[in-house]
């Protein structure tokens, strides 16, 4: 995004907020709206652009609640508190604590317990000691469920073992914490085959890279990164879910389905996509244009949130830099410097974890089955928090078709 698209003037910044100059100022010196000096102008004043739309919001708010209210559906306004995920100044807190340090030093177990509880030191005493899996169903089941795709196995199991959890149906927040680690490693051993114990990424270095064990601290911080990203559409799904009293397991699973959609967790494949054809031509460039002439955007790149680039994609290009194959690292390079010249954007989470997959050496269904297993975290998170707020989700549609006949 080039400066121009980024900040404003005073008097463009006015005029988007139908108010004199004098109340642009008044707005400044109260701090509902920041300024900065434009360098080698003293006098000269600057506006961020998404702080002008956000007053404007502010103001379509108080004047027009409905309207604000549909468009808040829709990357607008915050539509509902929360004390889990803040995303600002291009960076991702977990209650906090940036995510990028804590893909550095904590553990997924560690990050787990901070989302749930708000106390990463609670780890242990939330996974000691915990069978995911009822031993009834366990071994037939993961032998049955190996050909299907790993999102797909996570939503076979969850309704499985949920009828042998009689305490899933406790929804006090200490209980939803132990059932959700109960649920963690269920899927991890749902993806993997086998019964998952912590640290948990060591089960997908034993399934997936059993002779490089070197790499599970890059492993361990995927999923750290993948772990929540405030009310994306699987999120908002399972605070819906939880809304309407349903046992964790059941917001997994519906979150799950959200997550598997092509505009969501999905895109993966487009991404994986992307790069096995780009391996073939020699010319990026050419690719990239070819893409936008046939869908209008390139997979992987692009987040509204993060106009200067994705920290998560960021980073897990920087581990694929330290763990991985030089010629995957090559090639993504190329595709970004293609994609940048040609549209202005920068990576996101999918298109990193693919190239970390790459790599890594690992398969195709890695990426999605990391971002998954790691966005669980975020899942049970969001689900504590509906469960205490004790209100269902339920906002109404403004009606726009026909009127019944004979009404007056």
């Known amino acids: 995004m080039s400066s121009s698209e980024r900040y404003m003037t005073a008097r463009q910044a006015a005029a988007m907020l139908g108010i004199s100059l004098p109340t642009l100022y008044s707005h400044v010196s109260r701090g509902m709206l920041h300024s900065e000096r434009v360098t ?37 306004g915050p539509v509902l ?13 977990y209650r906090g604590l940036d995510v990028i340090e804590l893909a550095d030093h904590s553990t997924l177990e560690q990050v787990a317990s901070l989302l749930w509880t708000g106390d990463a030191k609670r780890s242990l005493a939330l996974f000691a000691d915990d069978d995911a899996t009822p031993p ?19 939503q076979l199991i969850l309704p499985l073992a949920a009828s042998s959890d009689l305490s899933a149906h406790d929804l006090r927040p200490a209980a939803v914490a132990k059932t959700g680690a ?10 993997v085959g086998f019964p998952a114990a912590p640290p948990l990424e060591q089960a997908l270095v034993r399934a997936w890279t059993p002779n490089r064990r070197s790499v599970a601290p890059a492993l361990r911080a995927a999923l750290i990164l993948c772990a929540d990203h405030e009310l994306n559409v699987s999120a908002f799904t399972a605070r819906c879910v939880a809304s309407a009293r349903a046992t964790p397991y059941e917001v997994v699973l519906g979150a ?12 993966s494949e487009e991404v994986e996509m992307l790069f096995r054809v780009a391996k073939e031509m020699a010319d990026c460039r050419r690719l990239v244009g070819t893409r936008l ?22 980073k897990l290009i920087s581990l694929a830099k330290t763990y991985g194959r030089p010629r995957e690292v090559e090639l993504a390079k190329r595709l970004i410097q293609a994609s940048h010249a ?28 990391i971002f998954a297993l790691g966005r669980t975290v975020g899942w049970i998170a969001h689900a504590t928090e509906q ?22």
């Open 293 to 314: 002439r046939s869908s209008g955007h390139v997979p992987g790149f692009g987040h509204q949130l993060y106009p200067d680039g994705d920290p998560r994609g960021q």
């Open 256 to 267: 799950l389905a959200a997550f598997r959609g092509r505009r969501h967790g999905g895109i």
């Open 182 to 191: 109960r649920i963690l490693r269920l899927l991890f051993s749902a993806v």
């Open 387 to 408: 469960y205490a707020d004790d209100q269902l989700i339920r906002p109404r549609a403004r009606y726009i078709g026909p009127n019944p006949e004979n009404y007056s």
């Open 40 to 76: 080698g102008k003293s006098r000269v004043r600057r506006y961020l652009r998404d702080d002008v739309l956000r007053l404007v919001e502010r103001k379509e708010f108080r004047s027009n609640p409905t309207k604000a209210a549909e468009k808040g559906l829709h990357w607008g």
């Open 136 to 154: 009834s169903i366990a071994a037939s089941l993961f032998k049955s469920i190996r050909r299907l795709g790993p999102v797909e196995r996570c």
């Open 342 to 369: 040609l549209t202005g954007d920068y990576p996101n989470l999918d298109f990193g974890l693919a190239v970390f997959a790459r790599a890594l050496s690992l398969s195709s269904e890695a990426p999605i089955a």
């Open 81 to 93: 508190q929360s004390a889990l995920t803040l995303i600002d100044g291009g960076r991702l807190f």
